[in-house]
């Protein structure tokens, strides 16, 4: 790390398991990784089943239950005991900042923001435009945002729901990615296609309908039409059978399904530098397009549907295809075309390749930095908030 940079203590919340991680953990072991690579103190407190292994870096305050939030379900701790092992590693870890994110979820960082003083930075991740539970929540919830120092944003949809929702504004600083590291994967040879075997990619929870994994199975008989050797190659956790329903009487599309389930980080970032376009079907729910940079990343041609946040990412069609959300016949006549002029969809690919350099976690890492600097600057350090909290009647033992 540069003399010029001041190690900082970061304390890092994540409301979700890593049981089953998502985008918002994904997000959060990244960021900790990178600013540990710097030469920061990093700790992260998350839930955590039993089973769970975790990096050194990351303690863990419990089991995790299920709840249903933002069309997915998450795995989250919250009540009493929660708030006590918060409490527990808020006055161990001695931060500088204190770093929540989706602190308006029932969850461990609604218990940190809760009891903590001092300099507290928020990062929003969610796009819920219209939601009434939050809305109704916003009373409880205003307290511990009127402590926050600074909120951040990962995208203009989350953004606004913030602006809409919570009142007060937040600079929006994207999620990043190891943009290297996929650049870098070597292709494997039994997900590499041809121009008449094409490889198509989806990566997704198989069981979440927002992901639109039903609308892309949907579409691969019109797409073996054109091209009868294709292949569908489905990376992701979860029950796929509601999405292959669609197929179920289709043998050649059925055939031309792989379900390759949940791959480590290396051999997924092998499979996007393998394929022939990596197929964004998603159908709502999304703030960010964190998987549609990946692949960007890896250099496979994207087509997506044309959310917002998918959108903004694509440049509007620039950096990849957009089509109609939900409709699997537009789909399929995007990917027919996509494969049909190569010498297009590898434009739009390598322009892909180069505007996804402002996501690289050296640029995202540093504006989050800025951000700490600014709010820890002559300030005091974290401490626990003498004020009652919801829980702070509560002292179970903790074990």
Known sequence: MSPAVRPLRIGMVSPYSFHVPGGVQFHIRDLAEHLLGMGHHVSVLAPSDEDTELPPYMVSAGRAMPLPYNGSVARISFGPLASSRVKRWLA???????????PSSPSLSMLAMWAATGPI???????NPRSRAMLAAYPLLRPGFEKLSARIAVSEDAR???????????????NGVFVDRFAAALPRPEWEGTDQRPTLAFLGRLDEP???????????SEILRSYPGAR?????????????????????ACSAIELLGALED???ASLLRSVDAYVGPHTGGES????????????????????????????????????????????????????????????????????????????????????????????????????????????????
């Open 92 to 102: 161990e870890g001695d931060f500088d900042v204190l770093h929540v994110h989706e």
């Open 121 to 127: 930075v928020a990062t929003f991740h969610t796009s």
């Open 160 to 174: 606004r729901t913030v602006v809409d929702h919570l009142g007060g504004d937040a600079v929006v600083i994207p």
């Open 210 to 220: 927002r992901k639109g994994l039903q609308v892309l199975t949907a579409a691969l």
């Open 232 to 252: 569908l190659l489905v990376l992701g956790r979860g029950d796929a059978a509601e999405a292959l329903e669609v197929v179920a009487d289709d043998r050649a």
């Open 266 to 268: 290396d051999a997924k």
């Open 288 to 399: 960010f397009g964190i998987v549609l940079v990946e692949a960007m990343s890896a250099g496979a041609p994207v087509i997506a549907s044309d959310l917002g946040a998918f959108r903004r990412v694509l440049e509007d069609g620039e950096l990849g295809l957009l089509v109609r959300t939900g409709d699997a016949a537009e789909l399929a006549s995007g990917i027919v075309s996509l494969l049909d002029d190569r010498t297009e969809a590898r434009a739009r690919a390598d322009r892909a390749s180069v505007a996804v350099r402002r996501y690289d976690w050296s640029r995202v890492a540093a504006q989050i930095l800025d951000v700490y600097d600014t709010v820890t600057i002559g300030a005091d350090r974290v401490g626990e908030d003498p004020r009652l909290g919801l829980f702070a009647r509560w002292r179970p033992r903790v074990g």
